[in-house]
């Protein structure tokens, strides 16, 4: 049974940092892409980055060079560090794994919270 877990959520004020972890299990992980999710009250989720099985990255617009994801294949674990945050960044942060080819994700972990006050 696949299962991705969240853990690195918290409360942390303007321009802090946090760094996110989603272990997964149950599947091999270095065969799959993976990504970060993000949903604010009221908002639909949105992609905030993805890494490649091969390690090549993409982040959305709103976070490029505040937040860099990596994985450690060998932990089967994957990060998002996240570098001067701002408000707009409070979030549930869901990691996600093994897309199709349409970039749907098949795996889904149950989130955790990122809460940015000023």
């Known amino acids: 049974q696949v299962q991705l877990v969240e853990s690195g959520g918290g409360s942390v004020q303007t321009g802090g940092s946090l760094k996110l972890s989603c272990a997964g299990s149950?599947?091999?992980?270095?065969?799959?892409?993976m990504a970060w999710y993000r949903q604010a009250p009221g908002n639909e989720r949105e992609l905030v980055s993805v890494i490649s099985d091969d390690r090549r990255t993409r982040y959305a617009d709103s976070v490029k060079g505040r937040f860099t994801i990596s994985r450690d294949n060998g932990k089967s674990t994957l990060y998002l560090q996240m570098s001067s945050l701002k408000t707009e960044d409070t979030a549930v942060y869901y990691c996600?794994?093994?897309?199709?080819?349409?970039?749907?994700?098949?795996?889904w972990g149950q989130g955790t919270q990122v809460t940015v006050s000023s």
């Open positions: 996600a794994a093994c897309p199709d080819r349409d970039m749907h994700y098949s795996y």
């Open positions: 149950g599947y091999i992980f270095s065969f799959c892409g």
